[in-house]
């Protein structure tokens, strides 16, 4: 039998093509129907094979799907693409982190980055927007403009990168590396909750990647209206970057704080759907030395969490060139760690990780950002001297 294949359909250049490794079920039977490639009758069956392909397998090409039609093959790769994106720089800390610098499109990149031994055995920091708008005065990775959102896809492709060079694939049953999701690194999360939660109900698909909703957090400022939104769409673990227990300082470290101050962020945190002790708050509180440290900040942290299932991070924090803070002293912090756990509260001193690379905390893509910028800044110039040079001259 001659097969002939209708190319005239493939009219987008093949980045603009949809990634079908950012589709929920839903939506990439969907796709599938219109595409043309798959009758509807067929549809279901045949995303359960591609979904299991993609997100269990991790293969990057159609035709490495041996139990599809060579034909539907060749016609799905006209219409979808399954790419990873560009990795421009990947990087290893003395301690076993890992960060990637992806490249998801021209002018967009964020940094992921892998922590060993966090939660069951491994966690992924995540990127939900590239820059932010927070401006949170501890944090570098704030201090960068944003550009926009980043898709489903764009989201889902931080974990499949991570596995790619994890060796991750098919997705084992036991003994995995990367356990754990926190959706801690550049951006807002609840600024993009729609990608957020598509890219959620992917990750946590049992027929894919399969990591667990229990063992995804996703951490926020505190953007009040998505709260009960995110708790409900995507059952996922809540962080609150809180940082400070009085509305005087949190205006200052965490800006948004103007807009929703901590009266009624904790209300907002009491109302968050599944909230127990089996499935706690968890609390990031970044030690700046004299500013946020001493013991009564400790006793207020104590009372303003009263009643709420919680934990609390303490966080060193991360210095950066032109930051005026201080990362507190250790025994100060293990003093105002002492006071919580007094008092009940698990208050884990968060080990800093991978700062040889800028992968710790509030570091992720800066140190890019400003290296790159140099070096255009020293093309330019070459550029201009070049130029010159070559100009005619007037004698």
């Known amino acids: 039998m001659t097969v002939t294949l209708d190319l005239t359909r493939k009219t987008l250049t093949d980045a603009a093509l949809p990634n079908l490794a950012g589709l929920t079920r839903p939506a990439l039977a969907q796709a599938l129907i219109e595409s043309g490639a798959v009758r509807p009758d067929k549809a279901k069956m045949r995303a359960t094979q591609l979904w299991r392909w993609i997100h269990h397998y991790g293969v990057t090409r159609f035709d490495d799907m041996t139990d599809v039609a060579k034909e539907t093959r060749a016609e799905l790769a006209l219409a979808f693409r399954l790419d990873r ?41 995540v990127s939900s927007q590239v820059g932010c708008t927070l401006n949170c005065t501890f944090c570098h990775t704030g201090t960068q403009a944003l550009v926009r959102n980043l898709t489903a896809a764009e989201i889902v492709a931080q974990v499949q990168v991570a596995r790619d060079d994890l060796g991750e694939w098919p997705s084992p049953k036991a003994d995995r590396l990367l356990t754990n ?122 009372r303003l969490l009263k009643g709420i ?3 609390i991070n303490l966080i060193p924090f991360n210095p950066w060139p032109g930051t005026d803070y201080v990362c507190s002293d250790w025994k100060t912090i293990e ?44 093309l330019a110039q070459a550029e201009v001297g070049d130029e010159a040079e070559s100009a005619p001259s007037d004698d």
């Open 309 to 311: 299932p919680s934990k």
């Open 181 to 302: 999701i926190v959706f801690m690194g550049m951006g807002e999360p609840l600024y993009n909750l729609d990608s957020v939660a598509d890219a959620i109900d992917i990750i946590s698909d049992g027929e894919g990647i399969a990591i667990s909703r229990r063992r995804i957090t996703v951490s926020t400022s505190g953007v009040l209206p998505e709260l009960e939104p995110l708790g409900r769409r995507t059952q996922a673990g809540l962080a609150i970057s809180l940082h400070a227990t009085h509305d005087d300082l949190r205006n200052v470290l965490v800006p948004i704080n103007k807009k929703y101050p901590i009266a009624e962020l904790m209300a907002a945190i009491r109302a968050y759907p599944g909230l127990s002790n089996a499935k706690r708050v968890t609390f990031e509180y970044v030690m700046l030395k004299g500013v946020n440290d001493s013991p009564a900040e400790a006793l207020a942290l104590v």
């Open 335 to 378: 003093a105002f760690a002492a006071i919580l756990n007094r008092a009940g509260y698990a208050s884990p001193i968060r080990t800093p990780r991978g700062r040889d690379i800028l992968a710790a905390c509030g570091q992720l893509k800066s140190e890019s950002e400003k290296l790159r910028a140099s070096a255009r800044r020293k």
């Open 85 to 125: 994106p560009e990795i421009v720089e990947r990087q290893v800390s003395k301690d076993g982190t890992r960060k990637w610098l992806i490249r998801m499109a021209p002018g967009i990149e964020v940094e992921t980055v892998y922590i060993p031994d966090v939660g069951r055995a491994g966690a992924l920091c």
